[in-house]
């Protein structure tokens, strides 16, 4: 079960469930927090609650498709952490050192150590849904996507669900110097999620998704890679651990689980392009790519 927002009628987003055969059912709810808080409020899960509608409504006629999605949630923070699969590790040491690794760097004693890295990627403001325009940093030449497993966190951290999240990066920027870290992941428009949040308790294994990436330039596709959440080298519950250690968060923070796709060292994203990021069993979040100049030719 999954569940989406999207426009309705004049611009009012609504809340609906999507069934495993694709049926959409509006929920009365305006926001997935609102679903999770009611179900517990009345000691069941919001599986349980979003099976009630269901039962006691019609699908609407028109398919997911066919729907404005907008972001599944709007997630008060977002917080990302970092050097959780050996690919990104591998990644940042070669944006460190040119390529002319030797020795150990702070990113294999991070991979290696106990306390995860956790940074903070987004605010909601900075935060787009499907379709949306993300935008380039205008002083990096060097940027990628990165696909990862997003966590929809309640405040007591319960993982109530997951999405999928791109926590685009300057490797330019992060190479120069990690304490650079938070302008290599954050300007506007640096971070989306999407297209729905499936509910915790439909998945059995969360280290069993499948995670694919995609970049189109002029309808032609660029660069691709596939992995598995199974390659994780932490466990989804100690990285929320660390997240909650004497800092409070709220209801529906997003907790991006770190990487394990990277596109080739020479690519680069450009103007133009579209990223399509797939996780098994949540969807396809899809967004084009634009340089921040021309939004401001066109605002
Ligand atoms: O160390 C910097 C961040 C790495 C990251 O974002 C990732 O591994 O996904
Ligand atoms: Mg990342």
């Given at each position: ?40 409020q009345r000691e069941i899960t919001p599986l349980d609650l979003v099976k009630e509608v269901i039962a006691t409504s019609q699908p609407i006629p028109q398919k997911v498709g066919e729907l404005q999605l907008l ?229």
């Open positions: 079960m999954r569940i989406i927002r999207f426009v309705q009628g004049d611009s009012v987003p609504a809340l609906a469930a999507v069934t495993d055969d694709s049926r959409v059912h509006l929920l009365p709810q305006t926001d997935f927090m609102e679903l999770v808080n009611e179900a517990d972001a599944p949630l709007e997630a008060p923070e977002v917080w990302a952490c970092g050097v959780t699969y050996e690919r990104s590790r591998n990644a940042r040491n070669y944006e460190a050192t040119g390529g002319k690794l030797d020795g150990t760097t702070f990113y294999d004693k991070v991979y290696e150590a106990e306390r995860p890295e956790i940074f903070f990627k987004s605010t909601a403001a900075r935060t787009v849904g499907p379709n949306q325009d993300l935008y380039l940093r205008s002083d990096s030449n060097w940027q990628i996507p990165e696909p990862e497993l997003g966590l929809v966190l309640a405040r007591d951290g319960r993982i109530v669900g997951y999405t999928v999240g791109n926590d685009m990066s300057c490797r330019d920027i992060e190479g120069e110097n990690p304490l650079y870290l938070p302008q290599a992941k954050m300007w506007n428009r640096s971070c989306s999620i999407g297209p729905a949040i499936r509910l915790a308790e439909t998945i059995e294994d969360p280290y069993a998704f499948q995670i694919a990436c995609r970049i189109y330039r002029n309808a032609e596709k660029v660069a691709e890679g596939t992995a598995s959440t199974a390659q994780l080298k932490r466990k989804l519950h100690d990285l929320v651990a660390y997240l909650l250690r004497d800092n409070q968060i709220f209801d529906g923070t997003v907790l991006l689980t770190g990487t394990c796709i990277v596109p080739p060292d020479e690519f680069t994203l450009a103007d133009g392009d579209h990223i399509e990021i797939e996780i098994s069993g949540i969807g396809v979040l899809s967004n084009p790519v634009k340089s921040q100049m021309e939004r401001s030719l066109s605002v």
